[in-house]
């Protein structure tokens, strides 16, 4: 059995769940040698990655956070390369069409939401010095600037915005596809429909995997179930992990008249329109359509099956009367950008569910009780984009690669201090993740 955070060639490692970092972790893993199993209690795709907005910015923060999606961006940008997919098959997988974050002028708002909305822009500029610090390419701009690059929105009501133009959206089927073919062609088993049921442990260590097609023999476990690892890491005797499954919701809307050239609207940036307390609402461009999402009032469902991932809830349905979440957000829409709001309707509501942490960070890291369980869950919202900067800490973390608790990146990205994520921190001490949508 290999010691704690020594693994490597030929350690045994399971690793249960069949989305984006399943699939980027098996491969990583592969290439170091370890005989890895992949094991997904439905279907690869079944959960979140499937629903996701599939933004991916670096725009957060915390520094860990940045220069973890500048890599992610970066790998991502040469994914098929990194995967040897063949080239009849390559797909795009990222398009970077940019994030731009609006923050309104306190002069132009009600008296009782100034102060917030001074402290959001305030928080705003900080975190772009911050990202900038760290190599990002994100400015802040102008409301004259706003105004010359998307004439359809009010700039008038704003004070500034922050864009980052490397930033833009993915496409996460193509992620998890190319990445479990890519597994399967090093040699990883993956086994769909088989639920790990619980383990068998010695001392400190997993040394049995209950499945529901038998025991499986491991030296490493990595939990990358995301809103089901609460219920996962209790199975396998492992610690109580803080991650809270909510609802979100994304509403389709479809524009009946043009505002803008096709062209135009296919190089649209996800906009987040307005930071701070009852703002949030983001949009981008999906084929024709709109997506729209945003904070919901959902409470948390850590019992939630796999079908209830589709269930709508009572007050989030747009078919069913206007007094529900989908105009909430349009209203805030209209502040912001009356053109876009009022083009159309809302055709569809899809929802899944957000993985929340204390933090808005993700919990990276070995088990406070089980030496050879790793977690990597709990992103609120953001699996997809940080994917292939929790595979290398993951791989990292079974190889051995941290040198005093920081894990190497390419030389241009610097290195991820694990401390940052680790499942077992004090989440009140910590620096929360101001930047989760």
Not at 67 to 82: D, P
Not at 104 to 129: H, I, S, Y
Not at 176 to 181: P, S, T, V
């Amino acid at each position: 059995m290999a010691a704690r955070g020594s693994g490597g060639s030929g350690d045994r490692v399971a690793i249960i769940g069949g989305g984006v970092t399943g699939a980027l972790c098996a491969v990583r893993l592969a290439e170091r040698g370890f005989r890895v199993t992949a094991l997904e209690q439905a279907h690869i795709g079944n959960g979140s990655s499937s629903r996701s907005a599939a933004g991916i910015r670096t725009q957060w923060s915390v520094a860990e956070t940045i220069r973890g999606l500048r890599y992610a961006e970066w790998w991502y940008g040469q994914l098929h390369e990194a995967l040897h997919t063949p080239l009849e098959q390559r797909q795009p997988v990222i398009r970077r069409n940019g994030y731009l974050f609006l923050y309104e002028d306190p002069e132009r708002v009600e008296l009782v939401r100034r102060t917030q909305v001074a402290a959001a822009w305030a928080l705003g500029q900080a975190n772009v010095a911050r990202q900038q610090a760290e190599g990002a390419q994100v400015e802040t701009l102008t409301p004259a600037d706003v105004a010359q690059r998307w004439p359809w929105l009010d700039a008038d009501r704003l004070i500034g915005a922050a864009w980052g133009p490397d930033d833009g959206f993915l496409h996460p089927h193509v992620i998890y596809g190319e990445g479990f073919r890519r597994a399967r062609e090093l040699g990883v088993e993956v086994l769909t429909e088989t639920a790990a049921l619980g383990a068998q442990t010695t001392g400190d260590r997993i040394t049995t995997l209950e499945t529901t097609r038998g025991p499986l023999a491991v030296d490493w476990v990595v939990n990358a179930t995301n809103a089901w690892a609460p219920r996962v890491s209790q199975r396998l005797g492992g610690m109580p992990l803080p991650v809270a499954p909510m609802k979100r919701y994304l509403y389709h809307f479809e524009p009946t008249q043009p505002i803008m050239s096709a062209a135009d609207w296919e190089r649209l940036p996800m906009v987040i329109f307005g930071m701070g307390p009852g703002r949030g609402v983001h949009a981008r461009p999906d084929g024709p359509l709109l997506l729209v999402g945003g904070a919901s009032a959902a409470e948390p469902e850590p019992d939630f099956s796999d079908a209830d991932q589709d269930a709508i809830g009572d007050g989030f349905n747009h078919a069913v009367g206007i007094e529900n979440a989908a105009y909430d957000l349009l209203a805030q829409l209209v502040d912001f950008s009356p053109a876009l709001a009022n083009c159309g309707g809302v055709k569809a509501t899809t929802c899944g569910f957000y993985a929340m942490s204390p933090d808005g960070s993700p919990l990276i890291g070995r088990d406070a009780r089980l030496a050879n369980l790793v977690h990597a869950v709990g992103f609120s919202g953001h699996g997809v984009m940080h994917a292939p900067v929790t595979a290398r800490l993951v791989e990292a973390l079974l190889a051995g690669d941290a040198r005093d608790g920081a894990v190497p990146l390419p030389e241009q990205f610097g290195v991820i201090h694990l401390d940052a994520f680790d499942p077992a921190r004090d989440f009140s001490a910590a620096h929360a993740e101001s930047a989760v949508l």
